[in-house]
């Protein structure tokens, strides 16, 4: 997002200075214009003036040749031939003189005309630079809107990726805690040691079968025994159970295989069961009760 507000401050930027910059050369050159106009007419003026009077002068002389009845053969006789040759000088140069300004007023009225068509032509061009800046300008602009666009999409995009990517943490967090569980479950075995009668007392073992009920009769784990009467056992790194009793009163009651195990003579009256085959010994069953 900062990166957009740069982008668009940058683009506002060069858009005032060089609109800015052209515009104010069009305008001078649209003053100079206004002046060259006025000038022309100024000019156009002159001419005009210049016209009239050169008019007046040939219809004076006009006047002059025509002057051919007696009174104003009479009026002219009356006039010597130096003061009408003097007359006509000066009306000569007065033509001449005005013909001379007025071809002096043509020339520069060219040169004005002249540098005002050159006036427009860079005023038209002006005009023309300025519309391709604004429309670069203008282009440039929608681009930088359609790379914020880009932007917000992208960023929209990476939020949903990172709450997609917090929730499968936190689903996989969910599932390896589960599976640790579920693997402390499975490598998990439950012991309960002890004598006979305090097992049987207890609801841990019950006896069943014989003969009369009571002759040959053996003991099983009770099916609606209590869990706490068993100890955790890691089935993974544990091998041994000590048990406080010397080996020949020592009965495992629950269905270990007995070529998983092995029936060890301890220290003192104690008996020491070690596992030797672990997938084996805990495969029927994950309790173990051993009685003496």
Request: charge should be negative.
């Amino acid at each position: 997002m900062r990166l957009g507000n740069t982008l668009i401050i940058v683009v506002a930027l060069l858009m005032g200075v060089t609109t800015g910059c052209n515009k104010e050369e069009l305008e001078n050159l649209r003053q100079e214009n206004q002046q060259l106009n006025q000038t022309l007419e100024e000019k156009n003026a002159s001419i005009e003036d210049l016209k009239q009077k050169n008019n007046r002068i040939n219809q004076i002389l006009q006047q002059l040749a025509e002057k051919e009845d007696g009174a104003d053969s009479a009026a002219i006789a009356q006039i010597s031939g130096n003061q009408v040759k003097q007359r006509l000088n000066r009306l000569n140069k007065m033509v001449r003189t005005s013909g001379n300004k007025a071809d002096a007023l043509r020339y520069e009225l060219r040169g004005a005309r002249s540098r005002a068509n050159n006036y427009k032509q860079q005023v038209n061009e002006l005009e023309k630079e300025i519309k391709t800046h604004e429309d670069s300008i203008r282009q440039i602009n929608k681009d930088v809107m359609d790379k914020m666009q880009q932007i917000e999409k992208m960023t929209a995009t990476m939020e949903e990726k990172d709450t997609t990517i917090a929730r499968l943490k936190e689903e996989n967090k969910e599932y390896l805690e589960l599976l640790r569980k579920k693997n402390q479950m499975l490598n998990t075995g439950y012991v309960a040691v002890g004598d006979e009668k305090d097992l049987e007392e207890d609801g841990v073992i019950r006896k069943k079968g014989g003969f009369l009920g009571f002759l040959g009769q053996v003991a099983v784990l009770h099916p609606d025994f209590d869990q706490k009467d068993f100890r955790e056992f890691d089935k993974t790194n544990e091998r041994e159970i000590t048990i406080d009793a010397k080996k020949r009163k020592v009965e495992v009651v629950t269905p270990q295989p007995e070529n998983a195990y092995t029936l060890e003579q301890g220290e003192g009256d104690q008996t020491v069961l070690k596992i030797t085959d672990a997938d084996m010994f805990w495969r029927a069953t994950k309790y173990l009760v051993v009685s003496y």
